[in-house]
C-alpha cells in the first residue's frame, strides 16, 4: 500500500484529481481493488471524493 500510496503522491502533484481508472493503470490493480484503495485514502483523511458513482474524481485534502 505505500508504495501505492507513493505513486499516488507523485501522480497528484502534476494533476489536480485523479478518476478511478487512471489509479487503475498507475498501480496496475483490478477496479475493485483500486476503489476500496481510493475509499481506504479517503477514509485515511488523505484523499476527498467529489461526484457520483462512475463520475467520481478523488482530490487531495486540503491543507487546514
Known sequence: ???RRSLLEK???E???????E???LTG?????AMK?????VNQGILV???HRNQMI???TPKK
Open 1 to 3: 500500500e505505500e508504495e
Open 11 to 13: 501522480y497528484l502533484d
Open 15 to 21: 494533476n489536480s484529481y485523479i478518476i478511478r481508472t
Open 23 to 25: 489509479y487503475t493503470r
Open 29 to 33: 490493480l483490478l477496479k475493485n481493488n
Open 37 to 41: 484503495d481510493l475509499k481506504g485514502f
Open 49 to 51: 471524493s467529489s461526484g
Open 58 to 60: 478523488f482530490l487531495r
